[in-house]
């Protein structure tokens, strides 16, 4: 699971695309969650990465 972290809040997905202008977010059942900007994406977390800390990653 990924967690792409925008300025006005954060969006779940399971997979994503990079496309030629942003990321192209997607759930587990490969239906479009949403499309952010390159220039409005502060970052893309594995949540894997990051499941069993407890420290904050913002």
């Given at each position: 699971m990924f967690r792409a972290i925008l300025p006005e809040g954060?969006?779940?997905c399971d997979r994503y695309?990079?496309?030629e202008n942003g990321l192209e977010l997607y759930d587990d059942d490969d239906t479009l969650v949403a499309f952010v900007p390159y220039d409005n994406l502060h970052a893309l977390v594995d949540e894997d990465v990051y499941g069993e800390d407890d420290?904050?990653?913002m």
């Open positions: 954060q969006i779940l695309e990079r496309v420290r904050s990653i």
